[in-house]
């Protein structure tokens, strides 16, 4: 008998082995991915034509059983055949951060894939990742034609019993309330306290989705995935959804662990020299050319890389009329930027989404050739799939022509900022421009800030303005928010003038900080109770401590500082009739700092190794 006998007979037996494995793979039921460290088990079932998940941790259920599910032209999951299962492979990835919260970021996850076929020919691969204490999960489609086709997802996220969440739309305030009484929608990320658990849904890598929000579900224990503005998401070919992501915590401080879950599912950026990208804080100036000056001469002074021109400088922003190529005659632009080139301080201007959506690929080069340093969206589309489409372009095309950039108004970070570093930092938070309370401060670490960088728009008093109808808490806690929240451009005297501000000594904090971090440990807190954040830069630690609209006190472990080391701590603190005081003390890694603050009030604080001022 010939060799090719053998050989074509070989090849029948594993053809026959791949299709009993592919039998048997069609026939299991139920697939259970489990973390790195075991703490984290994600259950899928595809039983009874429905496919669905349930995630428990530290062998406590979280979740009940809830919908994995979209339709494509109106078919939906529940017919649809598992026709293969990449089993769970264990991921360990690394990369550097150098414009985030630390150095590097460092990601371990098992990740699995199931593959399914609908009655209508869609091909849909269920992408799964499982972290200690975080899941990940999205859906992949393709067809065969170049037709338009119409996706809408029906993911569900059911618990044990009603869970607390803590609505919020765009720039709202939040209002705690249990979903068995939820008759709204709540912007994702939102946070949630179930069974003794404190639980965050998120969304990653969003790119050409609609903005997806949450509705109550078909119980009081439900909630689902709602497309607040688009009826469906439209594609050609083949279409990745969002990741849909679960982080759990035993304790509100330990939800810090999610912080950076965006960016770790985000694409990385594509390889090239990105040194060009400069962190750092901005004044506004005033629509004239002697305050552009004024407040190069401040950011100087106070050691800040940038100035802004906000809405006005080319005219009224919202007029299809108003040309962003075409300066003011108060603003002397080339005059400006030049002064700031000779002094290192960069000038960004606004545009609106108007002047944006007409003129972006004309303003981009002239930008360049004026010498700009960055740009600052506003009032763009951040809710429906055409203008979040829209927006990944944008950004793309800002970062090409070395821009950076910050995104204002309603649009929230999905972790792009790794895949496009220039993309410093967005709004999408109700800032000091919205006058947010004590409580709000203290609960947007908890919430919001998990997702991503977000611009303040800080206001802080100076002797002729308290700017009290946009600052309801301490001078000391505006100080100490600029490191409890994190912005690699951080927009600071929002409101004021430069030469109004005469009150040097309270205001030195800001001159220190910076805005982007080798290290950092959130060490305390309690949503919208208060919260203690330590973040390092070199040698010299940072930390910030603000109260809710009660008295807070907490006692802090500084065994962050390092060890045979002596600190000179400089503390900016309250003092009476709105002032701030400072005073210094030294400390070292052993020893316990307690904080003691009043309503509203806040603590900051510089560590500096050694003797120093």
Not at 101 to 126: I, P
Not at 478 to 487: F, K, T
């Amino acid at each position: 008998m010939n060799r090719n006998f053998f050989g074509w007979k070989a090849l029948g037996m594993l053809g026959l082995i791949f299709f009993l494995q592919q039998g048997q793979l069609a026939a299991q039921k139920v697939y259970a991915v489990t973390s790195p460290e075991g703490t984290t088990v994600l259950t899928l079932r595809a039983e009874g034509g429905k496919l669905s998940y349930q995630l428990s941790f530290k062998r406590r259920e979280i979740t009940d059983r809830s919908v994995l599910d979209i339709t494509v032209d109106g078919t939906s999951l529940s017919t649809a055949k598992v026709t293969g299962y990449d089993k769970p492979v264990l991921h360990h990835e690394s990369f550097a951060s150098p414009i985030g919260e630390q150095d590097s970021l460092h990601s371990n996850y098992r990740q699995a894939k199931l593959y399914l076929k609908t009655n209508n020919g869609s091909q849909v691969r269920l992408d799964v990742r499982v972290m200690d204490s975080c899941v990940a999960f999205r859906y992949a489609v393709s067809v065969t034609d170049t037709a338009l086709h119409r996706l809408r997802e029906l993911t569900t996220f059911s618990f044990p019993s009603s869970p607390l969440i803590y609505q919020y739309n765009q720039e709202s305030v939040f209002t705690p309330m249990r979903v068995d009484t939820f008759s709204t929608i709540t912007d994702l990320p939102v946070t949630l306290l179930t069974n003794g658990s404190y639980c965050q849904l998120g969304e990653a890598a969003n790119l050409n989705y609609t903005k997806a929000e949450l509705a109550r579900g078909v119980n009081g224990s439900t909630l689902a995935v709602a497309f607040p503005r688009d009826t469906v998401v439209l594609f050609r070919k083949m279409i990745e959804t969002p990741w849909r992501t679960l982080s759990v915590a035993s304790s509100p401080i330990a939800l810090a662990h999610c912080r950076t879950l965006n960016l770790k599912l985000a694409e990385p950026p594509v390889p090239g020299d990105l040194s060009w990208i400069r962190p750092g804080k901005l004044i506004r100036a005033q629509l004239n050319t002697r305050s552009g000056l004024d407040c190069i001469d401040f950011a100087v002074k106070h050691h800040f890389q940038y100035i802004m021109f906000d809405a006005g400088w080319y005219g009224a922003e919202f007029r299809s009329s108003s040309d962003p190529c075409q300066v003011i005659p108060a603003i002397d632009m080339p005059k400006v930027i030049v002064y700031g080139k000779e002094r290192n301080i960069g000038v960004i201007l606004y545009v609106n989404y108007v002047g944006l959506k007409s003129k972006l690929d004309t303003i981009l080069p002239l930008y360049k050739q004026w010498g700009v340093a960055g740009l600052k969206f506003g009032f763009v589309d951040g809710l429906t799939q055409a203008g979040l489409s829209w927006l990944s372009q944008a950004i793309q095309k800002v970062q090409q022509y070395g821009f950076v950039l910050d995104i204002h108004d309603n649009y929230k970070p999905t972790g792009l900022s790794r895949t496009y570093p220039a993309l410093l930092t967005q709004e999408g938070i109700r800032g000091d421009e919205n006058s947010p309370d004590a409580f709000h401060n203290t609960t947007l670490p908890f919430t919001r800030f998990l997702a991503g960088a977000a611009d303040f728009t800080y206001c802080f008093p100076n002797a002729k303005n308290s700017f009290s109808k946009n600052i309801k808490v301490s001078k000391a806690q505006q100080l100490a928010l600029s490191v409890i929240y994190y912005s690699p451009l951080q927009a600071i005297f929002w409101y004021g003038q430069p030469n109004d501000y005469t009150n040097d000594e309270e205001i030195a904090f800001y001159d220190y900080v910076p805005t982007t971090w080798n290290e950092s440990h959130y060490l305390a807190g309690d949503i919208g109770k208060g919260i203690a954040v330590a973040r390092r830069k070199g040698d010299t630690w940072y930390l910030g401590c603000a109260a809710g609209p009660e008295d807070w006190e907490t006692m802090l472990d500084l065994s962050f500082l390092r060890r045979g080391s002596t600190y000179i701590a400089t503390i900016y603190e309250d003092g009476d009739n709105q002032s701030v005081n400072k005073r210094t003390v030294k400390l070292t890694g052993s020893d316990k700092l307690p904080v003691k603050l009043s309503a509203k009030g806040g603590q900051a604080i510089i560590f500096r190794p050694g003797t120093h001022e």
